[in-house]
């Protein structure tokens, strides 16, 4: 309870019960319930509570270990071909044959994406029905809209959690592959200048990812209150649109089907715009390349983005 | 091993089950059942036979723990639970005796009431499963809405469609847990009518309950438990005279009140006397002793005595405490 | 008794929402087998190759996971698995039965949209083989998937998820690193069966277990399951709910 306790006595004077200097005897304090009279922070700040609490679901910080275990054990693993090819140059270097070594090293920041494309897949699938499904499971969406936060923020918040969490993932191992060979070469500000044309790139495919992943799987999530069933439906989502085009490439009446089905195929399209960035030989099998296939990546994005927005607008609550 | 006010164990102050031809003697041997490290029942025993016996505590006591062990749907961590001698865990023909009202809502919404009862009937390999369905549900009154989806049944009718499919066999032994949670006045006293029915017929009926006045209403031996603990059990008059360190309070009407209470505060056996609305409080930690010591007081005094009541027999206060001086002695 | 159970769980899993759903998905292979229809290809590659990437790797692990882990796993959540553990009928009664239930709704949808989608891509004689053998596999491929789903529903709250990443990765990334793991992988039973049966020219479904490993394996997987599901259930315990 806030505030000071009122007494309940009289005024000083004639009152009973006080003394003659007029400060009461005793004094009987009301304990009740009290008003919250001070400052209130408002929408941005609402929303900002609600991105910052999102993110740490999506890292099952503030909640059991076990809740901890998938999400850090998947970044774990995203790190983890970053951190090898790191020590392996390393060694190498220590025999002499650094630049061989790092020659042949897969780990670039060209084909980190797709190392990792199926780890963030399953991260997007674990964690999104974590994000939404407990406010759907326990009906506390009425609780959360009567106050300064509007439903499309809510929206806006959990995507932007979503996507953040994802930058993460893709990000620091980028930044470690990106320390070791600064600070393993002998000229440092040669190899930072020789790397940083490469930034754009790596942020771009990381964004592009994030986002794509994160609205996809958002949107799926919002339909089911329970997790696993949600989880399911996003796995689905990613996994079958290959295996569809994958099955219709393989006959030539089809190949055009089979375009089109890569089209919405998140995993096809993000490795298409993987190539058109850093500039890799193209092995077009969605068919479009170059910038049109950031254009389809956004393009999904905003529809997903879209349906989440209007199903949490129609909610009932 | 009595957490009670007296040192007598409990499990022999238990009245001794009637042998009935009918059976449905359930016996509790040193049950205990922990959770990690959270003891829920600790070394209970008691034994009951046909009739009514509530099993009263406060939430989280245990009540439910026993319950479920007792209904076979728990493993007791120690110690035996059995019904007419046969083990409740892992043995599914003692449900032919035995008939369990659990406390959890949750019922199949897409079955109508007439269809759930109906399904435990030939759960249960009753030999005319509609027949015996339509009986359980004219027993609990539930005939006129047999049809309508359970989804649509208030509390009180899930309840009672709850009790139909608990009775369909015709068990010799009920269990109910919280069977009065939720239920209105009305359908609280259409319940405890239909629960002295079916002890009349001889079964034996165990139902727990937080809500005093209705084990007080209805069950004739009590079980009272304590944080896993029993710390009484019998009739609770007999419970609360066995309290022997608390006094007892008895309010009197009299003709002249003032000077009843004069005469009465000379007595050592009287240690208290109070005067409020026109009646007079009398404590005393002899029971025995006021009730030879009253009318000769008041003879002598020439008042006349119009109502002698014992204020604080009631479940409550015996209820009160057992469990507010942590169930035991202070 | 069986069927007394079998059918009110029937009644209880197959919701609208749910069966409308595993339907779609269902349809899927069928669908894209009409767009995948008169392809350069052999018949007998086409819908090989179709029936495992998408019936076989998709459809059936996913239905066969939702209804295994429902037949149980669902009342037992709800808390409506009382009333029928609270009444004298035997323990393996009510495994079979919840089995009967998954396993024939799993069979309906997975081995239908196998059919349907091989008859769609099958033209020539070896193809059509191909396709019945493959509606026995998928067969197979049901029984067992479903008494391991049902019996996870007992060992474990989360059974969904955990039947989740035993077929994507167990079974999905595992396998392809580590041979050894077919013996463990119902997938590899399916495909064995399926390539075993008719003896279709080839080996359409790739390097697979000989069909007679694939049946005993899935036998010992079924017995195992269907066991662990009947002591479990014996020694239920109910949930505390404070």
């Known amino acids: ?317 | 091993m009595a957490a009670g006010p007296t040192s007598a164990d409990p499990s022999t102050s238990a009245p001794p089950p009637a042998s009935t031809p009918g059976g449905g003697a359930i016996v509790l041997d040193r049950v205990s059942r922990w959770f990690g490290n959270v003891v829920a029942v600790n070394d209970v025993s008691f034994s009951i036979g046909p009739g009514i016996t509530g099993l009263l505590g406060p939430n989280g006591a245990g009540k439910s723990t026993i319950l479920n062990i007792l209904a076979g749907l728990l493993r007791p961590s120690a110690g035996v639970a059995t019904v007419d001698g046969r083990p409740t865990w892992r043995d599914p023909e003692v449900y032919r005796r035995l008939g369990l009202v659990p406390e959890r809502e949750a019922m199949p919404g897409y079955l109508n009431g007439e269809e759930f009862v109906t399904y435990r009937a030939r759960l249960q390999g009753v030999r005319d499963p509609a027949a015996a369905a339509r009986r359980a549900l004219q027993a609990v009154e539930l005939s006129g809405v047999a049809r309508r989806p359970i989804g649509t049944y208030s509390k009180g009718m899930r309840q009672r469609a709850k009790l139909a499919g608990a009775l369909v066999h015709d068990p010799v032994v009920l269990l109910l847990d919280e069977p009065f949670n939720g239920l209105d006045p009305r359908q609280r006293l259409h319940m405890i009518d239909l629960l002295r029915r079916m002890a009349g017929d001889g079964r034996t009926i165990l139902f727990s309950s937080h809500i005093l006045e209705e084990v007080e209403r209805l069950a004739e031996r009590i079980l009272v438990i304590y944080a896993g603990r029993l710390a009484a059990a019998g009739d609770f008059r007999e419970i609360r005279r066995l309290m022997t360190d608390r006094p007892h309070t008895f309010t009197i009407r009299s003709s002249d009140d003032r000077r009843l209470a004069s005469e009465l505060i000379a007595d050592p056996a009287i240690f208290a006397t109070e005067l409020t609305d026109g009646r007079l409080s009398v404590r005393t930690a002899e029971y025995g002793a006021l009730t030879r010591l009253l009318p000769r007081t008041a003879r002598a005094a020439s008042v006349s005595l119009f109502e002698v009541r014992p204020t604080d027999e009631s479940l409550e206060s015996v209820f009160g405490y057992l469990v507010g001086q942590g169930g035991g002695r202070r | 008794m069986i069927l007394t159970i079998a059918v009110a769980t029937a009644r209880a899993v197959l919701g609208r929402r749910r069966t409308i759903l595993l339907v779609l998905l269902a349809a899927v292979p069928a669908l894209v087998a009409l767009l995948a229809r008169g392809s350069g290809v052999s018949a007998t590659e086409t819908t090989a190759l179709t029936i495992d990437l998408l019936v076989v790797r998709a459809v059936l692990p996913i239905v066969a996971l939702v209804l295994g882990t429902a037949a149980l796993g669902s009342e037992l959540e709800d808390g409506t698995a009382v009333y029928v553990l609270a009444s004298p009928v035997a323990r393996w009664q009510i495994v079979v039965a919840k089995l009967l239930v998954a396993i024939v709704g799993t069979f309906i949808l997975a081995g239908v949209s196998t059919l349907v989608t091989g008859l769609v891509l099958a033209t020539d004689g070896p193809s059509l083989g191909l396709v019945w053998a493959s509606v026995l596999g998928v067969l197979v491929g049901s029984v067992v998937y479903c008494a391991l789903f049902v019996a996870l529903s007992l060992v474990t709250t989360r059974a969904f998820i955990v039947g989740l990443i035993y077929v994507l990765v167990w079974e999905g990334a595992l396998a392809s690193l580590f041979g050894g793991t077919r013996f463990l992988s119902v997938r590899q039973y399916v495909v064995g069966v399926a390539n075993g049966i008719g003896q279709p020219p080839g080996a359409p479904f790739g390097d697979t277990l000989p069909i007679e490993s694939a049946l005993m394996l899935a036998a010992v997987v079924l017995v195992l399951a269907a066991a662990l599901a009947v002591e479990r259930l014996r020694a239920w315990e109910v949930r505390p709910a404070d």
Request: charged share 15%; hydrophobic share 50%.
């Open chain 1, 1 to 317: 309870m806030s505030g000071s306790p009122t007494p309940a006595t009289a005024a000083p004077g004639a009152a009973p019960g006080t003394s003659a200097a007029g400060a009461p005897l005793g004094s009987i304090y009301d304990l009740g319930y009290r008003r919250y009279e001070g400052r209130r922070l408002g929408r941005r700040h609402a929303v900002s509570a609600l991105v910052r609490d999102s993110l740490r679901s999506c890292f099952g910080i503030g909640r059991s270990g076990r809740a901890k275990l998938i999400p850090f054990g998947l970044a774990g693993l995203a790190l983890l071909p970053a951190v090898v090819a790191i020590g392996v140059v390393g060694l190498a270097q220590q025999l002499g044959t650094g630049a061989q070594a790092e020659a042949i090293s897969p780990v670039r920041y060209a084909t980190y994406y797709g190392l990792i494309a199926q780890l963030l897949f399953m991260f997007a699938a674990a964690q999104a029905p974590e994000l939404l499904g407990r406010d759907l499971r326990h009906r506390v969406l009425s609780l959360l809209f009567s106050r300064a936060l509007r439903r499309t923020d809510y929206v806006i918040a959990k995507v932007v959690a979503v996507v953040v969490a994802l930058l993460l993932v893709q990000l620091v191992p980028q930044l470690v592959i990106f320390l070791g060979r600064a600070l393993s070469s002998t000229d440092v500000s040669r190899a930072v200048s020789a790397d940083v044309g490469s930034l754009p790139a790596v942020v771009g495919q990381a964004a592009l990812a994030a986002v794509l992943l994160a609205s996809i799987s958002l949107a799926i999530a919002s339909f089911s209150a329970r997790r696993s069933y949600a989880t399911a439906g996003i796995i689905v989502a990613f996994v079958l649109p290959p295996l569809v085009a994958g099955v219709l490439r393989n006959g030539a009446s089809a190949r055009d089907a089979g375009r089109v089905a890569a089209l919405v195929s998140p995993s096809d399209v993000l490795d298409a715009t993987n190539r058109w960035l850093f500039g890799l030989p193209d092995s077009s099998r969605i068919g479009v390349d170059g910038p049109a296939s950031a254009a389809i990546a956004v393009a999904i994005s905003a529809i997903a983005l879209a349906v989440l927005v209007v199903r949490y607008r129609r909610m009932p609550t």
